[in-house]
């Protein structure tokens, strides 16, 4: 196909020229339990902090851009000029894109700079984020069924800089209209150099742990793994009494309501009163 809006391309491609992502993050936590009577009382801090450094800035090295251009005249043309790169040869489009960059004779350059009084590097995001955690529980022993736990937790963040404010960013919206096809302009009605350094986060927990049916038979109807964290471990079983009750029914059906449902015949014939 022919077209007169062949051309070249040079340099390094533009979005990655100033890209470049990095973090340093530091953790640090320290803590102790602490047994009296009942009680287990856990405390201690934790801190972390990240540093990011975050470039991303396009063409800042700059593009050539290596076309026909009928502003130029060309040796292959005998020192002539080519009257409409549209209209030309496909050979003679070539030719002068080909010869404008062996000359260094670019059309057109695009670079992206900074504003007046800033450098590149005012363009990057570049902060360090601290958080400090403080925390304390006590898990108390009630009972050999019951634990109860209860304490606070204080999160303290720092940022230690601000971006430079963006006068445009904080400009109120100004709507669009989709009907019309008319964008919405204006800025996003935000302060751009509000961060959330300073910010305090308080957490109240409470908290228990029940245990259910205990026993150390082989079977047991309620699964109290997730208790464990107690200490405590049953020693009553009934494995002792198997031999005094013989297997002389079946089991009733998985899908049996007797079997779903703890109470065993219970739960299908319901309570048997006296006279």
């Known amino acids: 196909t022919r077209t007169g809006s062949r051309f070249i391309n040079s340099g390094t491609e533009y979005a990655r020229q100033m ?37 991303y800035l396009q063409n800042v090295f700059g593009n050539y851009t290596f076309q026909c251009d009928n502003r130029f005249t060309y040796d292959f043309l005998k020192g002539g000029k080519i009257a409409d790169c ?31 009084g800033y450098a590149l590097n005012d363009g990057v995001s570049q902060f360090t984020m601290k958080t400090t955690g403080l925390f304390l529980q006590d898990t108390w022993s ?3 069924n019951l634990t109860l736990s209860y304490g606070v937790r204080l999160d303290l963040l720092n940022v230690g800089n601000k971006p430079i404010a963006n006068t445009a960013a904080a400009q109120p919206v100004i709507a669009g209209n989709a009907a019309t096809f008319v964008r919405a302009t204006g800025g996003f009605g935000y302060d751009n150099t509000v961060t959330l350094d300073g910010t ?19 079977e047991q109807w309620y699964d109290n793994t997730k208790a464990a964290h107690l200490g405590y471990r049953p020693k009553d079983s009934s494995a002792a009494f198997d031999h005094l009750f013989p297997l002389s029914a079946e089991y009733p059906a998985k899908d049996d309501a007797s079997t779903i449902y703890q109470g065993g015949p219970f739960v299908t014939q319901g309570p048997i009163y006296k006279d």
């Open 86 to 116: 549209n209209k030309a040869t496909l050979a003679d489009v070539e030719s002068a894109v080909y010869e404008n960059f062996k000359r260094g004779r670019p059309s057109s350059y695009s670079v992206q700079v900074p504003a007046a």
């Open 200 to 218: 305090k986060l308080f957490q109240p927990r409470v908290g228990h742990t029940i245990v259910y049916g205990v026993s150390n038979n082989r």
């Open 142 to 144: 009630f009972n050999k």
């Open 19 to 55: 890209n470049v992502l990095g973090t340093e993050t530091t953790d640090l936590y320290g803590g102790a339990n602490w047994t009296v009577g009942d009680h287990e009382i856990k405390f201690g801090a934790d801190y972390n902090k990240n540093s990011i450094y975050n470039a």
